[in-house]
């Protein structure tokens, strides 16, 4: 450390004895009038790049090194003129200057400040300067300790945010012979907040507006900065609308002003309204929109049952989930609809007590099968891939968000168990359409139809006593359902099954079994045949035996008549001669 030497004066020798003596006596320096630790007042003479030069108010100056000041901002300050506390650190002089020492006095004054402060409970400045075990070191003077307990109002996260700030704290615990010192900044927050709990709670009334900022946000509102004080404006009452969300309609630190709704000193409650400086747009809701009518909206948020309409500002309707498409499948919201996106809308109904609107947007467009219908009637041809197989059918997509049902039966003219025998999911196949019904929104479709009526060829090409190939499909207790085409099935009944008397069916017959039968009875209309085992098997073996003697009748003579005519009579009876002699 350099200190500033007096330069020599060059005029020296020209002095008068009593220029001489006054000068000895102005740098002459006496123990008795100043004496180590003992606080000093003075004022700043200038400062240099390494020192403060004050005078004390004795026959010399003093300097004070610039690291005794431990804010660079207090030493800034210091100007000529500038009032300032020290101490004698050195009774010799220096370079004919006294050393001073500016932190000692800090600490001697600290002390005393700590001490009326310990005593009388009010608050000390000081810089958290470090973190430490428990707690952090703070510089009020001299190093005093905050447990961190007493760091704030609430448990400290950030501990390093704190470290740097002046802050005021209150002395708990102060010994002068050790200087051992607690502080507590949590102390002087309480009461902080206190007056100023006080002070807001005085001013409020209920159905005044206040100003704030909005200190935070939640799933369930906004915590509004009264002013040292905080109050709950909940999502319910930022606007009279529904399912918004408090981002939507606020932002941290915004300025805003509020209803005071409600507050309770003891407990430290203030409820807070924002949309109460509207008008309430529900009042002549009903006036305004009644079931069936065509609206305008704009999407205000979706959800996974639905989606919610802004219909004016404040009023919000929703669309439930199952009135957003007029498909058959639910469709998530998203995939249909965008937040912000305008969209018109039916109104399905009205209640103004619960605040509710329900609306429709599948209602708000013509009936895609009312549209199917006018493009296409029944018995119209339609193409479309099977979207999915069921137990009783397959449905296949007619146009884009419609399908329609083939019923197994419908299918094929074939019997079959499982529509998976003859299609596939994918598969690109064509059909009629059956009906169409639109209060039950369903479409049926048919394949089988556009090979024709099988049975109504059947019944032009067929009729009662032919004899048809069959094969037994079923059996039952009554006799067996054969198969006569592809599609096309009788019954033959037990009785028909063969000449002998059978308990059951299955006593002589088996599914698989091929077997001639002969129609005896059809009803068109009915779609019903019935036929013969035992009467074809006998009609073919008639015809078999008139062609066998067709066949015999063309080789026999005449001579091979009379022959066989001749010994008819000829030929003796057995048994005639025992009868005679009994005679």
């Not at 039968?517 to 036929?531: D, R, V």
Request: proline share 4%.
């Amino acid at each position: 450390m350099t200190e500033p030497t007096k330069q020599p004066d060059r005029d020296d020798a020209r002095m008068s004895s009593e220029d001489y003596e006054h000068l000895l006596d102005r740098y002459e320096y006496s123990t008795k009038e100043i004496t180590l630790g003992k606080v000093l007042k003075g004022r700043v003479i200038k400062r240099t790049p390494t020192h403060v030069l004050i005078d004390v108010g004795f026959k010399t100056e003093g300097l004070i090194p610039n690291e005794e000041f431990t804010d660079p901002e207090v030493l800034e300050a210091l100007e000529p003129g500038s009032e300032i506390e020290t101490m004698l650190e050195k009774t010799d002089l220096k370079d004919g200057y006294l050393v001073l020492s500016k932190r000692k006095a800090d600490a001697v004054r600290a002390v005393e400040t700590l001490d009326q402060a310990f005593e009388r409970g009010t608050p000390v400045s000081g810089i958290i300067v470090e973190r430490t075990k428990g707690g952090f070191n703070v510089d009020v003077g001299l190093t005093a300790f905050l447990p961190e307990s007493h760091a704030d109002l609430r448990p400290v996260r950030d501990g390093a945010a704190l470290i740097g700030q002046t802050c005021r704290f209150r002395v708990i615990k102060f010994d002068r012979k050790t200087e051992n010192v607690v502080l507590s900044r949590k102390l002087v927050l309480q009461d902080e907040r206190e007056k100023r709990k006080r002070g807001v709670f005085g001013s409020l009334v209920k159905g005044e507006k206040v100003s704030g900022r909005v200190k935070s946000l939640t799933n369930f509102g906004a915590f509004i900065d009264l002013g040292g004080i905080e109050g709950l404006l909940h999502v319910s009452d930022i606007t009279w609308g529904k399912g918004a969300r408090p981002s939507d309609h606020l932002t941290v630190g915004q300025d805003i002003e509020v209803v005071v709704l409600d507050f309770n000193e003891k407990t430290e409650k203030i409820s807070l309204g924002l949309k109460q400086l509207t008008p309430d747009p529900w009042t002549d809701i009903a006036e305004k929109y009644q079931a069936g009518q065509k609206v305008s909206g704009k999407v205000s948020s979706l959800t996974d049952f639905g989606a919610f309409v802004e219909l004016e500002k404040g009023v919000e309707g929703l669309v439930h989930i199952s009135d957003l498409t007029w498909s058959r499948k639910l469709i998530h919201p998203k995939k249909v609809l965008a937040p912000g996106q305008e969209v018109v809308v039916t109104i399905l109904d009205v209640n103004p007590q619960t605040k509710r609107i329900s609306l429709g947007l599948k209602q708000a467009s013509p009936h895609p099968l009312e549209t199917l219908r006018q493009q296409h009637g029944v018995g119209a041809r339609i193409k479309g891939p099977v979207t999915s197989l069921t137990d009783f059918g397959a449905f296949v997509e007619v146009e884009k968000g419609i399908e329609g049902l083939v019923h197994i039966s419908d299918i094929s003219w074939e019997k079959i168990k499982h529509p998976s025998e003859k299609l596939q999911v994918g598969q690109e196949v064509e059909a009629i359409i059956l009906n169409i019904d639109v209060d039950k929104q369903k479409v049926s479709l048919g394949m089988k139809q556009l090979e024709g009526d099988i049975w109504e060829e059947f019944f032009t090409r067929q009729k009662p006593g032919d004899i048809v190939k069959t094969k037994i499909v079923r059996l039952t207790d009554f006799g067996a359902f054969v198969e006569i085409v592809p599609g096309i099935e009788g019954v033959v009944f037990t009785a028909e099954l063969d000449e002998k008397k059978l308990e059951k069916p299955s006593d002589a017959f088996a599914v698989g079994d091929e077997r001639n039968a002969k129609i005896i009875k059809m009803n068109p209309k009915a779609k019903k045949i019935s036929l013969s085992f035992k009467q074809a098997q006998y009609d073919l073996q008639k015809q078999e035996f008139q062609r066998f003697m067709e066949s015999q009748n063309d080789r026999m003579t005449f001579g091979d008549i009379m022959r066989d005519q001749l010994k008819g009579f000829m030929a003796p009876k057995k048994g005639t001669k025992k009868e005679d002699s009994h005679d």
